[in-house]
């Protein structure tokens, strides 16, 4: 890292970035922060998931086996579902840096529907479960910490979700009224891409493995 | 607090009237970040002083434990027997003083006072910005952490009183409500203020980071930041890796005791000699793990104590080098020192849980890890030895706290290796021996580093210096106290004193101990009372100490180019351009003994650069 950091001085395309007076890779400070916040974010959700792993290992009863819980393949469409918003707003952040405000707009609000369909599989899923037995304190399949972490883990990111749609509408409105800089829909759009990257891992590690 | 803060700048002069027309916007609910510094510094005083009241009464229960104190009892009706003994303290309440004691200093003190504080003070200035990235987050960051102040000490009066877990807040204690008296609503209490307190604590951080990261002035690239804008740095990108692990851990425990959920109590609890059955017979509780806590405690735990370091570190940096009149000795590899101890301090977590029942291989990963951080730490003591050597020093207040630091950063430090041993940390895990190691190390240098960064950087505060001979007076009644109460401590830890026992003289074998106990709790009165000093020399100063210049250090540093204090914006006109490293002391080719970040290089400097390369003028 010291060596990195000498030869930074010496090299002018390091120091029109960290030379000072200037923004590194012309991001903003507003985008910096953002970025920070999701690394920050990004550490609580792995906090939960370390624990709901250890807690796994540790279990003096056998782990459920997940297929015979969820249905996976519903699992998969809120999963396909999710990204597909993701894309969507992808396009929304092109488009607005384009300065297409129409197709932005149209993207955000495909994003927006993408999100209540998510949280609209999630309340079923959630429901359903509750309805075969599934509570906090204990289940029908095994050991409580099963659902403990399910309803932690899920309902975290349910609750992510649900801001980053609070976040999306304010920004469609104001994409609809010409006042959302081209910024601020990249913004919405890293917080929404990272709340999906936060879904596949719950994906993978709490459904799959 | 803010009267304080108002109280010189009335004086200053211009837009007196604006001033007190919109007094509330300027400075209760600032977003200017110097005023936000004073306001995290003096709400951290008032902390302070709580949490050392605390201490006062735990030092009088280890010394005289079944004296009667009948003053004290009427002062705390609750925390002292009205039975047959009255005035002897309640064990409940003895729990909830070292618990509340620890939380208070740990993360309202000594987390505030030197980050949020020096670090919203400091930052701007440092780097040459008109202010923080996004001041209103870090107006409201201050009232956030302000709330959490609220809350935490409000805990004292609500149910059976605070949280009496200890401040690492270890289920199933802190878990289970009828645990302890202090585990009912106190714990409650205790986990708001500190959600509280970390939200606050990101918030500053993420501004931290952001604003050295974007704007930094024209020139001043990472090797020419001062140690101490390192150190912010640093400690703000540990303070967002690391809490988050903590606020996973706060919400398992939130539903644990709220919501009925075994996250981590296992099954089998027993508690007042009863099983702790539900209603079906069967144990309430089931398969879950205490270790799962300890776990993601210290992982916010270890880098927590090293965010408590790392600014007292920088600050000695640079107050040691000013002092002596000399340059820096091997900035690059104090830098990396810094890197690597933040680096290294995600992952010894594990020692702090020698006992648990770890694998003793995994032990010796961790015991391995720890003892590496001794290698950075002796590289930094190394340098500022070497920057002291041959040189004239001015024994002002603020070298007297730098070198305080030094030397408390070498005793504690030394401890420290034989606790990072697993193999006699079984024998020294929570004795008082481990209490006198943080004491020394963790509490002790971040506190020294505070008093000296006060003494050093009272103009950019308050536009005024303090009285040097009552700083000087401060620094050696604390010092000599301070050393008086910790060192012992090691002697009763290694003879088998447990840490957080209400009696040690119930024991046989600790009756010998009593003389050594009695020295110790006088040693920390004479350390408690001493600190009015501080208080009279702060606020008289603030108000009525002598006019500072823009530099009355002679130092180097771009907070040094601007009026005592700042004006809003921080510089009337353009933002001052950097040209060099901000230890430029002794520099022969220049006339003065110090020369100015915003000095550009002569002539003579710009062709030997052109010629050599990398000279130091290139840090």
């Known amino acids: 890292m010291m060596q990195a950091e000498t030869a930074a001085a010496h090299v002018p395309a390091l120091e029109a970035h960290w030379g000072g007076g200037a923004s590194p890779f012309g991001a903003t400070w507003q985008k910096t922060m953002m970025w920070i916040f999701i690394v920050t974010d990004g550490l609580l959700f792995s906090g939960l998931l370390c624990g709901y792993g250890f807690l796994r290992h540790v279990s003096p009863v056998p782990w459920p086996r997940q297929s015979e819980v969820f249905s996976i393949p519903f699992i998969a469409l809120m999963t396909f579902i999710l990204i597909t918003s993701s894309m969507t707003m992808g396009t929304a952040v092109t488009a607005a840096r384009l300065g297409d405000r129409k197709r932005a707009l149209n993207n955000l609000v495909f994003t927006i529907v993408g999100g209540l369909c998510f949280l609209g599989c999630q309340a079923y899923e959630w429901s359903h479960l509750i309805h075969e037995g599934a509570r906090l304190t204990g289940n029908p399949w095994g050991p409580p910490q099963f659902t403990q972490a399910f309803f932690v883990l899920t309902g975290f990111h349910g609750s992510h ?17 010409s006042k959302t800089p081209a910024q601020g829909i990249e913004m919405a759009g890293l917080y929404w891409h990272f709340v999906d990257l936060v879904w596949v891992f719950i994906f993978t590690l709490f459904y799959l493995l | 607090m803010t ?46 002083l709580v949490a050392g009241l605390l201490a006062m009464l735990i030092r009088l229960q280890l010394a005289w434990p079944q004296k009667d104190w009948g003053v004290l009892a009427k002062i705390f009706p609750m925390g002292y027997d009205a039975g047959g003994g009255f005035g002897v303290m309640r064990p409940e309440f003895y729990a909830m003083l070292f618990t509340m004691h620890g939380t208070i200093m740990v993360f309202f003190v000594l987390s505030t006072a030197p980050v949020s504080g020096f670090g919203n003070l400091l930052i701007p200035l440092q780097a040459g910005a008109r202010d923080m990235a996004f001041p209103f987050l870090n107006g409201l960051s201050f009232w ?52 509280f307190f970390i939200a606050s604590f990101t918030m500053g951080g993420l501004n931290f980071v952001t604003t050295i ?31 988050p692990a903590l606020i996973a851990a706060c919400i398992m425990l939130i ?112 015991a391995v890890g720890t003892i590496l951080i001794a290698v950075p730490s002796a590289v930094k003591v190394f ?29 504690g430090g030394l401890s420290g ?10 024998q020294l895990h929570d004795t008082m021996f481990v209490a006198a190691h943080f004491h020394l190390i963790m509490a002790g240098a971040a506190l020294f580093g505070v008093f000296g960064a006060t003494s050093y950087w009272f103009p950019k505060m308050f536009g005024r210096m303090m009285n040097d001979t009552l700083g000087k007076a401060h620094f050696w009644f604390t010092f000599i106290a301070y050393y008086c109460t910790f060192f012992p401590m090691h002697y009763i830890g290694i003879a088998g004193h447990l840490r957080r026992i209400y009696d040690p003289y119930q024991y046989e074998f600790l009756k010998p101990l009593q003389p050594i106990n009695e020295f ?53 006109g353009a933002i001052p351009e950097v040209h060099r490293w901000p230890y430029e002391y002794a520099n022969p080719d220049f006339p003065k003994d110090h020369v100015m970040q915003t000095e550009p290089l002569t002539a003579a400097e710009q062709k030997l650069k052109a010629a050599e390369g990398p000279s130091r003028h290139e840090h």
């Open chain 2, 213 to 243: 990261i974007n704007l930094r002035t024209k020139g001043l690239s990472p090797l020419r930041m001062p140690m101490t804008l390192w150190a912010m740095f640093l400690v703000a990108v540990l303070g967002l890796l690391a809490f």
């Open chain 2, 3 to 48: 009267e304080m803060a108002h109280g010189p700048e009335a004086h200053a002069g211009q837009a007196h009237a604006h001033a007190k027309e919109a007094f509330i916007w300027k400075y209760v609910f600032s977003k200017n970040h110097r005023i936000i510094g004073v306001q995290y510094y003096v709400t951290a005083m008032v902390m302070a």
């Open chain 2, 255 to 366: 539903f644990d005791r709220h919501f009925g959920t075994s996250f981590f109590l296992p099954t089998g609890l027993v508690l007042n000699n009863a099983p702790l059955l539900g209603a079906d017979g069967k144990f309430l509780h089931q398969g879950g793990s205490p270790l799962l806590w300890q776990h993601l405690f210290w992982f916010l735990g270890h880098p927590e104590v090293y965010i408590l370091m790392l600014p007292a570190l920088g600050f000695t940096s640079d107050i040691l080098t000013n002092f002596a009149r000399k340059p820096l000795f091997g900035y690059k590899s104090m830098v990396g020192a810094m890197c690597a101890i933040g680096g290294l301090s995600f992952i010894v977590w594990g020692h702090h849980m020698f006992v648990s029942g770890m694998n003793p291989y995994l032990a010796m990963a961790f």
């Open chain 1, 161 to 177: 979700v649900f801001s980053g749609l609070v976040i999306l509408i304010i920004t469609a409105i104001r994409t609809g009224m």
């Open chain 2, 383 to 411: 340098n500022w030895l070497a920057t002291l050597r041959g040189a004239r020093i001015r024994f002002n207040t603020p070298m007297l706290w730098a070198m305080g630091v030094v030397s408390l950063f070498i005793s």
């Open chain 2, 520 to 572: 110790i709790t006088i040693s920390a009165l004479v350390l408690g009372v001493s600190q009015i000093l501080f208080f009279i020399n702060f606020f008289w100063s603030a108000f009525a100490g002598r006019k500072a210049g823009e530099n009355p250090w002679d130092a180097n540093g771009l907070e040094w180019t601007t009026a005592s204090p700042p004006p809003h914006g921080n510089w009337p």
């Open chain 2, 417 to 426: 290796v034989w606790l990072a041993q697993s193999a006699p940390d079984i």
């Open chain 2, 144 to 195: 956030t952490f302000f709330v959490g102040c609220v809350v935490i000490l409000t805990s004292f009066f609500v149910g059976a009183g605070a949280a009496a877990g200890g401040w690492t807040a270890y289920p199933p204690l802190s878990a289970l409500k009828a645990a302890v008296p202090g585990s009912e609503t106190g714990q409650t209490f205790w986990i708001v203020g500190m959600v």
